[in-house]
C-alpha cells in the first residue's frame, strides 16, 4: 500500500461510505533512515505483534531511545498496515484520544466525540474512539510517553482485547505486559551513531567505544555529545579530555543521588537519569555559548508540553511573549545542535533536555507569569455560558498540565488562578477527587498571599466547596461557603451577583443535607437578586428557578415547584435550544411533579421528549434512558 492513499470501509457506517486515510493522524514517520540500530528491538516487537498481541509496551528510562524505537517501526513496517495513528500522551489516556483532531476527523467522530466531552463524557469519548479503531482492518497505534502507571493499568484490558496493534513507550513497569525493554545502545551502534553526527572526528573504534562508555551508550548523550563536537569542530583528543576532566571528575556527577519518585522510574533508573541530566547539562554549558535568543526559546519550549511537536506559526506567537526576536533561525540552530527535534512541520524538545533547561537556565515562575496568565485564561470554562464549547477549551488543557507540573509548589495569584481553572475542567469531566487535589492548592496559594476576608480567597473558598459537594463532604463544604459568604457581604453588599452565587451553592448543600428552609431562604434571595442583576430570561434565572423549584417539589410544594420549572424550561429553550441537557432536566423534572399531581398525559409528553434526548446522546441502556422508560410506563 502506497503511503498516503485511501481505504474505503463501511463497518461502522452503513449508510454511507467513508473514506479513512491511511494516516489517521498528523506526524507519522516514514522514513527511518536517520535512526541506526535498534534492529534486534524491532524483531522483537514485529514477532510479538505476529502473535496476535495486540499490544507491545516499549520500556525504558528516559532518552534511552524509545520513541525512536517506535518510530522506526511505524516507518519500517507501516506499509503492512492499512492504517496508522500516531498519539503522544501529555497528561492521560483519554485526553490523548479525544484531544487529537485529525485522528477524530478521519475516522468521522469529531462530532460525536465533541458531544460526549460537552456531556461531561469524557471516558465514553475515550472507549468510541477506541471503538472506531478497533472495527477497522490492520491499524497500528503508537502511544507515545503514556508513563502514567495507575492510567496503563486502568486499560490494560481494553488494550489486550483490542483489534489493532497498539504500540506503548513507557518509562512505566507495569506487570503482565508484554515488554520490549529498550536498554543502551550496543557498542558497534553507539560507534556508528556517534560517526554518522560528527564523521570528521578522527580515532579508532576501540578509543571511540571507551569513550562513549562513560556517556552510559545512552542515545541522547552520544546525539548532544556528537552535534556538539561537530559544530564546535573538537578533535577526538579535546573530546575526550573534556570528557574526562568537566565530566568524569565533576562533583555533581559524583554526589549522592536523592530519589525523587519521578517520571516512573525506580530508585537506580532516577540515579542514572540525574547523572544524565547533568551530564546534559555540562555539554551544554562547556561546549557552546549559545545566544541570549536561543536560550529563551530553550525556556519557553521548556513550558510547553514535552515531546509534543508544535509548528512555527504556533511557536511564533509563543515565544513572542518572552520578546525572542529571530525565533526561525534559532529554531534551525538548535535542531542542529540536538536541543530541539524537527518532526515534520514541528518542533519538539525531549522530556530530558526540558528538565535540564527547567534546572540550570533560570526557568521560573517569574519568566512565565504572562504565559501562565494566558493558559489560564484559555481552560477557562462557564457551564452557564452557551458560547462555551467544552471540547475546545480542553483542546488547551495540556498547556495547563505542563504549567501546572512545572508551578505547582509556586505562591503567585497566577499560578492560584491557573489551579482553580485546571480543577474546575477536571471536574467537568467527573474527576472531582483530582479537581479538589487542584482546587486546595489554588486556596492555599491565595490564602499565603490575601487577607482573610480578600475576593480572591472567597472566590477560591467557594470552587473549593463545589467539589467537596460533589465528593460529598457536604461538612467541609458548608463550611467554605459559609466562610465565603462572610467575605462577599463585607466586599460586596447584599444584592450583589457574587453573593447570589455563593447563597446558591450553600443552597444546594443545605437542600442535600435536608436544611429545606435553609435552603429555600437563600434560593429565594438568589432568584430576586438574579432577576435584578441579570432579567427574566438570563441563564442564571432558570437554573435559579430549576434548583428553588426542586426544593419545594421536596417539601410537597407541587404547585409552586411547577411554576418555576415551567419558567425554567421556558427560558432554558430560549437560551439553550431543545437538544441541551439542561432543556431535558427541567422537562424531567416538571414532569415528575405532573406524575406527584395526577397530569400523567402532560407528564408523558415531557418524559417522551426528554427520553429521546437521553436516547440519542447516553443510549438505550444508560441510567437516564432506563429511569426515564420507567417513569413513562407509570404516565400509562
Not at 498528523?26 to 522514513?31: F, G, K, L
Request: hydrophobic content about 40%; charged content about 25%.
Amino acid at each position: 500500500m502506497i503511503i498516503g492513499d485511501t481505504t474505503y470501509t463501511n463497518n461502522y457506517f452503513p449508510d454511507r461510505e467513508v473514506k479513512i486515510p491511511h494516516l489517521l493522524s498528523n506526524n507519522i514517520p516514514t522514513n527511518a533512515d536517520h535512526i541506526l540500530g535498534r534492529d534486534t528491538e524491532l524483531t522483537t516487537i514485529s514477532e510479538h505483534l505476529r502473535q496476535h498481541k495486540p499490544t507491545v509496551l516499549v520500556n525504558g528510562i528516559g532518552g534511552i531511545g524509545k520513541t525512536s524505537v517506535a518510530a522506526k517501526y511505524m516507518a519500517t513496517f507501516g506499509n503492512q498496515y492499512k492504517h496508522l495513528a500516531w498519539l503522544t500522551v501529555q497528561s492521560s489516556l483519554e485526553e490523548a484520544f479525544t484531544n487529537d483532531i485529525a485522528l477524530l476527523t478521519s475516522l468521522d467522530i469529531e462530532q460525536k466525540v465533541r458531544q460526549l466531552i460537552e456531556k461531561q463524557r469524557l471516558t465514553d469519548a475515550f472507549k468510541l474512539v477506541v471503538h472506531q479503531l478497533n472495527t477497522l482492518d490492520s491499524t497500528l497505534v503508537v502511544l507515545d510517553n503514556a508513563n502514567g502507571l495507575e492510567d496503563l493499568m486502568t486499560y490494560k484490558s481494553l488494550f489486550d482485547t483490542a483489534k489493532c496493534h497498539y504500540l506503548i513507550t513507557s518509562r512505566a513497569q507495569p506487570q503482565e505486559w508484554t515488554v520490549v525493554p529498550i536498554d543502551a545502545l550496543p557498542e558497534d551502534e553507539a560507534v556508528a551513531l556517534f560517526r554518522k553526527l560528527a564523521p570528521l572526528v578522527q580515532t579508532t573504534d576501540e578509543a571511540l567505544k571507551s569513550l562513549l562508555s562513560k556517556l552510559f551508550y545512552h542515545t541522547l548523550l552520544i546525539e548532544l555529545v556528537a552535534k556538539a563536537v561537530a559544530n564546535a569542530g573538537f578533535s577526538f583528543e579535546e573530546l575526550s579530555s573534556m570528557i574526562q576532566t568537566k565530566f568524569i571528575h565533576d562533583a555533581t556527577l559524583n554526589e549522592e543521588i536523592v530519589y525523587k519518585g519521578k517520571h516512573g522510574d525506580n530508585y537506580d533508573n532516577e540515579a542514572k537519569r540525574t547523572k544524565i541530566e547533568e551530564y546534559i547539562w555540562l555539554i551544554f554549558s562547556n561546549v557552546k555559548d549559545l545566544g541570549d535568543d536561543a536560550k529563551l526559546i530553550l525556556k519557553g519550549m521548556a513550558l510547553l508540553p514535552v515531546a509534543m511537536p508544535f509548528d512555527r506559526t504556533f511557536l511564533k506567537e509563543h515565544l513572542a511573549l518572552f520578546e525572542v526576536k529571530d525565533v526561525v533561525p534559532n529554531l534551525s540552530l538548535l535542531v542542529e545542535w540536538g536541543w530541539l527535534h524537527k518532526e515534520g512541520k514541528g518542533f519538539k524538545m525531549h522530556p530530558l533536555v526540558a528538565d535540564v533547561v527547567v534546572k540550570h537556565l533560570n526557568l521560573n515562575v517569574s519568566f512565565a507569569e504572562v504565559y501562565i496568565t494566558s493558559v489560564a485564561e484559555l481552560i477557562g470554562y462557564d457551564d452557564a455560558n452557551p458560547r462555551h464549547n467544552l471540547f475546545a477549551i480542553n483542546k488547551n488543557k495540556p498547556l495547563a498540565d505542563r504549567l501546572g507540573y512545572l508551578f505547582f509548589e509556586e505562591n503567585t495569584e497566577g499560578v492560584s488562578e491557573l489551579l482553580d481553572k485546571l480543577g474546575y475542567l477536571e471536574a467537568n469531566f467527573d474527576f472531582y477527587q483530582k479537581g479538589a487535589y487542584y482546587r486546595e492548592r489554588a486556596l492555599k496559594i491565595a490564602e499565603s498571599i490575601f487577607d482573610e476576608n480578600h475576593a480572591i480567597v472567597a472566590e477560591r473558598q467557594n470552587n473549593l466547596a463545589r467539589m467537596y459537594h460533589y465528593l460529598g463532604k457536604y461538612d467541609k463544604a458548608t463550611q467554605l461557603l459559609e466562610m465565603a459568604l462572610s467575605s462577599d457581604f463585607k466586599n460586596f453588599g447584599k444584592e450583589h451577583s457574587t453573593v447570589a452565587e455563593r447563597q446558591n451553592n450553600l443552597a444546594q448543600v443545605y437542600r442535600d443535607l435536608g436544611k429545606y428552609d435553609k435552603a429555600i431562604q437563600l434560593l429565594e434571595a438568589v432568584l430576586a437578586s438574579d432577576l435584578k442583576n441579570y432579567g427574566q430570561e438570563h441563564p442564571y434565572v432558570s437554573m435559579c428557578q430549576n434548583n428553588l423549584a426542586t426544593v419545594y417539589q421536596k417539601l410537597g410544594k407541587y404547585e409552586q415547584a411547577a411554576a418555576l420549572f415551567k419558567a425554567a424550561l421556558t427560558n432554558g429553550l430560549k437560551n439553550f435550544g431543545q437538544e441541551h441537557p439542561n432543556v431535558a432536566l427541567y422537562q424531567w423534572n416538571l414532569a415528575e411533579v405532573y406524575i406527584n399531581t395526577d397530569r400523567k398525559s402532560e407528564a408523558k409528553i415531557l418524559l417522551q421528549q426528554a427520553y429521546q434526548y437521553f436516547l440519542k446522546n447516553f443510549g438505550l441502556t444508560h441510567s437516564y434512558s432506563v429511569n426515564i422508560q420507567t417513569l413513562i410506563a407509570d404516565t400509562e
